[in-house]
């Protein structure tokens, strides 16, 4: 009952970004909890996070701790991303600096990690858009991952080979087109969730699955 509901809140924004069937799920639940947090902040404050989701490997490859990782040594049963417990925690250490990793099954690797981010590509960097997204974008490029941005202006916005695939606004309201980053957005109300969906069109879309 739970993944239905997921596939049909989230299963349009993992579609759009081309990932394959291994990280589907584990996609669908990060925005899920990216929502929660845009939507309830942490100790009355918007926060600001960033998920890499998938290749986690040449994710850690391509990143560098910030401190010490809180994650290190904790059994990796209790850090999967469907736990409610630990979906506390992870609100919790989204105050830190620093991203989450997290690799197709749902668990999380590390926290705290600094993504180093490839400075050649001129449109890594979004006029309007912070150092997370410019992270989201070079990250992606490079790796087989996606990376969810949960921005402190509430939007969530999903990143895959390079570029938004997704913006999800956690109210019923639209912003102005000139106000979305997504590529020619094909704009969804969900009231059953209160969500807006943008998903950015297919001329750019990856024809080819990220595994």
Do not use: W
């Not at 669908?28 to 986690?56: C, N």
């Not at 989450?100 to 309007?128: C, H, I, M, Q, S």
Request: aromatic share 6%; proline share 6%; with cysteine.
């Amino acid at each position: 009952m739970e993944d239905t509901r997921l596939e049909k809140l989230f299963g349009p924004v993992a579609e759009i970004t081309g990932c394959g069937q291994a990280v589907r799920h584990t996609v669908e639940e990060v925005v899920e909890l990216g929502v929660e947090l845009a939507r309830e902040g942490r100790e009355g404050h918007k926060i600001g996070t960033l998920f890499v989701v998938g290749d986690a490997e040449t994710v850690l490859e391509q990143s560098r701790p910030l401190l010490l990782d809180p994650l290190y040594g904790h059994p990796a049963e209790l850090l999967h991303v469907s736990r409610p417990e630990f979906r506390e925690n992870v609100k919790e250490l989204a105050q830190l600096d620093g991203a989450f990793v997290v690799d197709e099954k749902g668990t999380f690797v590390a926290a705290a990690r600094f993504v180093d981010v490839d400075l050649a590509p001129p449109d890594n960097f979004l006029p309007g858009l912070g150092t997370r997204h410019a992270a989201a974008a070079s990250i992606t490029r490079t790796t087989d991952a996606i990376a969810v941005v949960v921005s402190q202006s509430s939007i969530v916005r999903v990143f895959a080979r390079g570029e938004i695939r997704a913006e999800i606004i956690p109210e019923l309201f639209l912003l102005t087109r000139e106000q979305l980053f997504a590529r020619d957005p094909d704009v969804q109300q969900m009231p059953e969730a209160g969500l807006t969906l943008a998903l950015a069109g297919n001329k750019k879309a990856a024809t080819t699955p990220i595994p």
